[in-house]
């Protein structure tokens, strides 16, 4: 048996759990597969990310948590960019909704006040007032 240095988990020693690595006396990775995977998974990063922000992307995707709704499951690291730093883990669904409002708070916060039915100049009801246009069944 052999001791993942990452996730601390006891392994068979074999090709089957651990990667190869030549540079070992045993001829096996340190990590397990599944922890060298999340690894991989998370330098891999797109484009735009400051080279300093990198653990913290490790860090976001690793979390495999939405920080908008709460998904659980596959998550991609959402960084501004302007500047290049890590915001946080998003679903495929919350990252292509802020990326179709162009990272722009204010038009995302006029998208709710529509949803709410609320006008943005807040002296004018909207014609739909907040209800749905045809019933749901």
Not at 64 to 79: K, L, T
């Amino acid at each position: 048996m052999l001791t993942c240095a990452r996730c601390k988990e006891q392994k068979p020693e074999t090709l089957e759990f651990f990667p190869p690595h030549k540079g070992k006396n045993n001829g096996l990775d340190s990590w397990c597969r599944a922890c060298r995977s999340v690894y991989r998974r998370a330098t891999r990063l797109p484009d735009g990310i400051a080279p300093n922000e990198r653990f913290r992307a490790y860090e976001a995707r690793a979390s495999g948590v939405c920080v908008i709704c709460g998904y659980e499951g596959s998550v991609v690291v959402d960084h501004d960019h302007k500047t290049g730093m890590v915001r946080g883990a998003l679903c495929t669904n919350c990252n292509i909704g802020i990326g179709h409002f162009k990272d722009d708070p204010e038009l995302l916060e006029l998208a709710a006040m529509y949803l709410r039915g609320e006008c943005a100049c807040g002296n004018c009801k909207p014609k739909w007032g907040g209800l749905p246009l045809f019933s749901r069944q």
